[in-house]
Every structure is written in C-alpha cells, then in structure tokens.
C-alpha cells in the first residue's frame, strides 16, 4: 500500500507554528508536532477536516531520542514527509552577566540540532522512501542583526542558518532547504516583552509595514514550500514588514 505524504510542522501547538500548520493543512495532511496535547488538539480542530492530520508529541531538548521517535512514530502511521518546517524554538532573553551554559544548550538542542536530528531521519530511504523534498527552518532577523540579551538565540539562530546553507547543497537537487527569518510578531514566545504597552508602541512605530502577524509568517511559509519557489533554495527570506531595512531616524 502506498504511504501517504505528510508534512511536518514542528511547534505546531502554538503561535506560527499554529497558523502554519492551519495553513498547510488545506493542501495536505499535516504532522502537528509539539508538547502541550491540549493546544496540539486545539490545532488539529483548526485545520482542514478533510485530512488524516497526525499528532506527534514530543520534547525536542531531548536531542538524544530525535531520531528513534521520530522514525518510530512514522513506521507506526505508515506515513511518509514530503515537507518539513521547523518552527519549535526556545527564547530567553539573557544579558551576557546571566549567560548559563544550560541556556545555551537548551537553546541550540531546540532551535538548531533537533532540526538537524530530524533532517536525518527523513533523509533515511527505508524510513522516509525518498519523499523529502522541501523544508523550511523558521529561523529569525536576529540571526542577522544584533539585540541586547538576545546573544544566546541569536547565536542557535544563525546556527540554524548555517545548517540551512550546508544542506541546501547537499541535498540537492532533491530537496530544496531555506529559512524564514520573522520580524519580532506577538505570540506566546514574544507576549512578555509586548505586554508592555510602550514597548508594543515604539517597536510597532519601527516597522514600515505595521506590525505583522503568525500569518504573515505562514504565507512565507507556504510559498518557499510549494513547486513556485523550484529554483530557490539556500536562502534567508526576512519576512519582517522592512523592520531590517529601515534606517530611519
Ligand atoms: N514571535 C516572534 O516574534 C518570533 C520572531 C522571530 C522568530 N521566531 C521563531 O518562530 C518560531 C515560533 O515561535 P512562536 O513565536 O510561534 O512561539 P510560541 O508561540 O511560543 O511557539 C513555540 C513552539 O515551540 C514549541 N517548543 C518549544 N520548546 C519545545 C521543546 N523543547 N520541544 C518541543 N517543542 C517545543 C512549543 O511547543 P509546546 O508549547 O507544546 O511546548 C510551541 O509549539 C520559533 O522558532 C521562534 O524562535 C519568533
């Protein structure tokens, strides 16, 4: 019997995540990944009825075991990735006075060497059949530019970029790799620091577009995914209403 492709969205229960898997799931079964199974539930409610979405729950600080779950999990569900997005993050701010070693793991084990662990497994023929064939990293502009406190996340974010780059050559032309790097938008992960209201002002005023939305990220998504981008790959799309290219004063 022929296994059906999926694809995988990881940190699936929450913010871009979320809207990216709602998105997708209009075209194709989706594997909503994450930790949290009430807002994994609350996710698949969301998205298309038509599809046989999946739900795969686990914790990706545990590096370690990346690769029996997942390959696990697949071999249970008879199924098969045709397309990957990495969303799961972590994000601390941390001033380099309180720097840990343990923030820096923990933000590189989620936000960098799972999306590695997982490429692996997909890449395995027995276990994936040859179906990958475009993935995106939902990395951030912060890879690029610098914030105060944000050395540790940045860090896994230009990480995750690296890695990008190398398989995008490497994997071609088979699969296609790219990231998307998001402008700061409201969400679980950004709640805090929006909560305050003049903060949420004056970051709002720094965007030439106004400030965006999980869905704005999700369309990004979509498109660097889909048969449309065919020639693109290796690539760090800002998708941050001109946040970056703004040097107004
Ligand atoms: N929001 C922004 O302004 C912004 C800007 C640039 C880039 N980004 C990036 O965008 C991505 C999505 O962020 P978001 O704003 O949508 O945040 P969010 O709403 O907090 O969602 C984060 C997701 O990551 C999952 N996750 C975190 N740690 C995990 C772990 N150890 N194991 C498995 N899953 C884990 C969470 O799952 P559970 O809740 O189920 O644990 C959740 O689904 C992240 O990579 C973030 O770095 C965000």
């Known amino acids: 019997m022929k296994q059906e ?13 979320r809207e990216i898997a709602i998105r997708l799931s209009a075209n194709s079964p989706v594997i909503i990944h994450g930790r949290d199974k009430e807002r994994l539930k609350e996710t698949l409610s969301a998205c ?11 914790d990706l600080s ?10 696990r999990f697949l071999s249970e569900n008879n199924c098969v990735v045709g397309g990957f997005v990495h969303s799961a993050g972590y994000m601390k701010q941390l001033p380099l006075k309180v720097l840990t070693v343990d923030a820096f793991r923990q933000s590189f084990d989620v936000n960098v060497i799972s999306a590695g662990m997982i490429m692996k497994v997909l890449m395995k023929r027995k276990v994936n059949q040859g179906a990958l064939k475009s993935v995106v990293f939902i ?10 406190a944000f050395s540790a996340y940045a860090a896994s974010k230009s990480a995750v970029d690296g890695l990008m780059h190398c ?48 869905s704005d990220i999700a369309g990004a998504v979509k498109f660097l995914l889909s048969d449309d981008a065919r020639w693109i790959t290796g690539q760090q799309l800002v998708v941050d209403g001109g946040r970056t290219i703004n040097i107004t004063i």
């Open 5 to 17: 492709s999926y694809i995988l969205v990881t940190g699936a229960s929450s913010g871009f995540g």
């Open 48 to 58: 298309n009825p038509a599809g046989k979405h999946l739900i795969w729950e686990f």
């Open 62 to 71: 545990d590096v370690n075991g990346v690769e029996e779950s997942l390959t």
């Open 139 to 148: 990395s951030s502009n912060v890879s690029k530019f610098g914030v105060k």
């Open 167 to 214: 398989l995008a050559v490497e994997l071609a032309p088979v699969v296609r790799v790219n990231s998307v790097l998001p402008g700061g938008i409201r969400t679980a992960m950004t709640e805090q620091i929006y909560q305050n209201e003049e903060i949420q002002k004056k970051a709002d005023a720094t965007y030439p577009l106004g400030p965006g939305t999980p």
